[in-house]
């Protein structure tokens, strides 16, 4: 894929739903468009991505930056991971944080935090300012059946500006591989933050 160039800063953040290769696919993708991403991946999806994928990131933020950085080293400085607890981190304040976050996948759990102004961690901190600051918020779930509580807290975050795209491929481009629907997903998720993408033809398209 080739780099693009972009001024533009995402904080982006993994939770403890399935799903974690949309969120690990995305980091690639806004990279690859040149955005600088301020990374947060919680305990749970740390336990997910080793389930999920063949991935095997380090707990530790000063080395999976580390790790990070290597792989992208093409991409010099424009990836930065933060722990659970880094209060300093910029996506803690509304001075310092990005103008987009996308929890990708969002867990129940931080539905819940968000939902109902929680701060217990960098993460659920990074939501809570997106939403206090009035700045794009996109949240994808990825879990079935939902119950009540659940929805409630879809459209109670719906209603406070959040963005919540559900982890739910279409099949109008005829995927052929489970890399092709995950990249439905992230190329709806690459359009909302008005960053160019070839991953999936928009409808109507040839």
């Not at 063949?54 to 950085?69: H, M, R, Y």
């Not at 996308?102 to 993460?123: E, F, Q, Y």
């Not at 794009?136 to 807290?153: C, D, K, S, Y």
């Not at 719906?158 to 990249?183: E, R, S």
Request: charged fraction near 20%.
């Amino acid at each position: 894929m080739a780099v693009a160039e972009s001024t533009k800063r995402v904080t982006l953040a993994l939770t403890g739903a399935s799903g974690a290769q949309y969120g690990l696919r995305l980091l690639e993708c806004l990279l690859a468009a040149g955005c600088t991403v301020d990374l947060m991946i919680s305990k749970a999806a740390h336990l997910v991505i080793v389930t999920e994928t063949n991935e095997d990131l380090p707990a530790n933020p000063e080395k999976l930056t580390a790790q990070l950085s290597e792989r992208f080293q093409h991409l010099p400085g424009q990836v930065r991971a933060f722990g659970r607890e880094d209060w300093f981190a910029p996506a803690a304040s509304g001075s310092g944080a990005a103008s987009s976050m996308v929890i990708c996948p969002c867990s129940g759990g931080t539905l819940s935090a968000l939902a109902t102004g929680a701060s217990n961690n960098l993460i659920e901190r990074a939501g809570d300012v997106a939403l206090k600051e009035r700045r794009q918020l996109i949240l994808v779930p990825r879990e079935m059946p939902l119950h009540q509580v659940h929805l409630e807290h879809l459209l109670k975050l719906t209603q406070m500006g959040a963005v919540v795209m559900p982890a739910c491929p279409g099949f109008y481009h005829q995927p052929k591989t489970l890399d092709d629907l995950v990249d439905f997903v992230v190329a709806r998720i690459l359009d909302h933050l008005g960053l160019p993408q070839e991953l999936v033809k928009r409808w109507g398209e040839r």
